[in-house]
């Protein structure tokens, strides 16, 4: 019962080594009591099977359970529709990424992207075609982004990019690339739409290490390029207020 037990819970150093002293033990004693080899070596097998078994059972239900739990775990942290990392998934990664990461806090920018009049392409269009522009801009940006840096979906037309290594002007760059190549979608061919544009608005780590407040200069950024017109990209200033930026973006569609 005891290698059972441990397979439970325990290392597999554990388990292996629980059961070689319960099947060693288990023989000893067959070999004490049995009369002859032939007896002998029978019951060294019926009680290696009988500790065997047990434990073998009780470890494959503990991976699958594992396995299990990790698909689960996938599963409530990943947006369905997008397959890329929803609201729950994205900030563990970025929480993840804060204990890991080597990269100073001001080289590290927050990209916020809002799809444009979203909720009149549902209206108009139907929310069939609202998916299909979620997904097509979810590529987008999986393809657009460097390698490295983390993009996932905050909810509704929201998305999220938290770019490494950046400047304002790399994120600058990183962004109006991504709206202009957005703008040029073959939409008419792909969702029977006239067009599709964002609006993005970037955050950089000098408001300090979190995200809360990061989260809140990038959306108030992204408010500011919906205010003034839309299909744009604004920077946040360092001390929260707002930055159009233009030589920034200006330089970046060079």
């Not at 290698?3 to 288990?26: D, E, Q, W, Y």
């Not at 393809?143 to 990019?161: H, Q, S, V």
């Not at 790399?170 to 202009?180: F, N, P, S």
């Amino acid at each position: 019962a005891i290698p059972a037990i441990a397979a439970m819970a325990s290392s597999r150093r554990v388990i292996v080594g629980h059961t070689i002293v319960a099947i060693a033990l288990a023989c000893a004693v067959a070999i004490v009591v049995a009369h002859g080899f032939a007896a002998a070596l029978v019951s060294c097998t019926v009680s290696a099977t009988v500790i065997w078994l047990p434990v073998l059972m009780i470890g494959a239900l503990r991976r699958s359970l594992v396995l299990t739990q990790a698909r689960y775990r996938e599963l409530a942290h990943t947006d369905p529709l997008t397959n890329l990392p929803n609201r729950r998934g994205f900030l563990d990664r970025i929480e993840r990424y804060h204990r890991t990461s080597t990269v100073s806090s001001a080289q590290v920018g927050f990209l916020m992207i809002d799809v444009d009049h979203f909720k009149s392409i549902n209206d108009r269009f139907g929310h069939a075609v609202g998916d299909e522009v979620l997904k097509r801009l979810a590529n987008l940006g999986s393809t657009t982004l460097r390698k490295g840096d983390l993009f996932g979906r905050l909810g509704g037309e929201e998305f999220l990019a938290i770019l490494p290594s950046a400047s304002a002007e790399t994120a600058a760059h990183i962004g109006e690339r991504l709206r202009r190549e957005c703008e040029e979608l073959d939409w008419p061919k792909i969702a029977k739409l006239d067009g599709v544009t964002i609006s993005l608005g970037v955050a950089m780590c000098q408001f300090g290490y979190d995200e809360t407040s990061l989260l809140h200069a990038a959306d108030t950024a992204l408010y500011e390029s919906k205010r003034s017109g839309r299909n744009r990209l604004t920077i946040a200033d360092r001390d929260g207020s707002i930055e159009k930026a233009a030589k920034l973006i200006s330089a970046s569609r060079r």
